[in-house]
């Protein structure tokens, strides 16, 4: 399973449940759209942390990473490669 798709399933998991893949494409905004309030971003930069084996700054933690699937897909492979 490839990044993307394992954020995806986590996102739908936690916030979506019972939602079918396709209610949360690449584009789909997660922040302006509600599916992550802050707590949610809490919770997805700790899955990140955690899943991926990256620490994620406080900086770092802002709509242009955490704003849809491919960003933060984008976000997670550029911090990987860092390490």
Do not use: C
């Not at 242009?64 to 491919?70: E, P, R, S, V």
């Amino acid at each position: 399973m490839d990044v993307k798709q394992q954020l995806q399933r986590f996102i739908l998991g936690e916030f979506l449940p019972g939602e079918s893949e396709t209610a949360l494409r690449d584009d789909t905004p997660l922040r302006a759209s509600g599916i992550l309030d802050s707590l949610g971003l809490i919770k997805t930069v700790a899955f990140v942390e955690r899943e991926f084996d990256i620490e994620v700054g406080v900086q770092e933690a802002v709509d242009a990473n955490f704003g849809t699937i491919a960003q933060l897909a984008a976000y997670v492979t550029r911090k990987r490669a860092e390490t």
